[in-house]
């Protein structure tokens, strides 16, 4: 069956440490795949995407993310985070085949001072 | 450029009773989706509309329902409420096309009492 799986629920880093949120799908096809930010109360803005083509995409806010097939993984990444990144994070994959994406259950991130 | 804007933002309604929530979609896009968010976890597709047909559906029941308008609003309709339907609805838009990245709303926080 296809699903994404977010392994950490909850993450804590202090201001400036650098991040990972962990992303792992089950796909039978080739992924599309999609990170989201979804602040409290509020929907789901994009981050950034992979399609195809170079591995490593670039997003917005500074994050960037690795597609790695071998490991059927996209984890997102930040050098540095600020207060303002506290949210909840959410792994999506869909493919050409489907109008459905497929969420992971989020990751909360909670930023120290 | 308008985004995906949707109404109400918040609603309460019993038990037994039918609710409609409404959407815009972005502007140039011509696709509607609906996910259902339900409190700790991530989106759930629901459907989505593309020329005013559903043209793909989730494992939801038959008392959720759609319509889309030719100017490619969309209206998700609700029948005979359950507790369990209360939840952050939430409406994406995006060009026709599968794979296409989805944009989405601010979402319609729908209690069920």
């Known amino acids: 069956a296809q699903s994404v799986t977010q392994p950490d629920i909850h993450i804590t880093v202090s201001e400036g440490a650098s991040l990972e949120l962990r992303c792992n799908y089950s796909y039978g096809a080739t992924p599309y795949l999609f990170w989201y930010v979804q602040s409290p109360g509020q929907g789901l803005q994009l981050l950034l995407k992979y399609f195809s083509g170079d591995t490593l995409v670039q997003g917005i806010k500074g994050f960037e993310a690795e597609f790695k097939r071998s490991q059927s993984s996209f984890n997102l990444r930040k050098p540095s985070v600020h207060w303002s990144d506290a949210a909840e994070y959410f792994c999506?994959?869909?493919?050409?085949?489907?109008?459905?994406?497929?969420f992971g259950t989020g990751t909360r991130l909670k930023v120290l001072a | 450029d308008a985004g995906v804007t949707q109404s109400p933002t918040h609603l309460i309604k019993t038990r037994g009773q039918q609710v409609t929530l409404r959407c815009s979609p972005k502007?140039?896009?011509?696709?509607v989706s609906w996910y259902q968010q339900a409190l700790g976890q991530g989106p759930q597709f629901i459907f989505q509309y593309y020329e005013e047909e559903e043209r793909q559906r989730g494992n939801f029941p038959d008392r959720f329902s759609g319509h889309q308008f030719p100017n490619y609003s969309s209206e998700l309709n609700v029948n005979a409420l359950l507790l369990g339907d209360s939840a952050l609805y939430l409406c994406?838009?995006?060009?026709?096309?599968?794979?296409?990245?989805?944009?989405f709303g601010e979402g319609s926080w729908l209690t069920v009492v």
């Open positions: 502007s140039g896009h011509d696709t």
């Open positions: 994406a838009s995006s060009f026709a096309g599968a794979g296409n990245t989805i944009y």
């Open positions: 999506a994959v869909t493919t050409s085949g489907t109008y459905k994406y497929i």
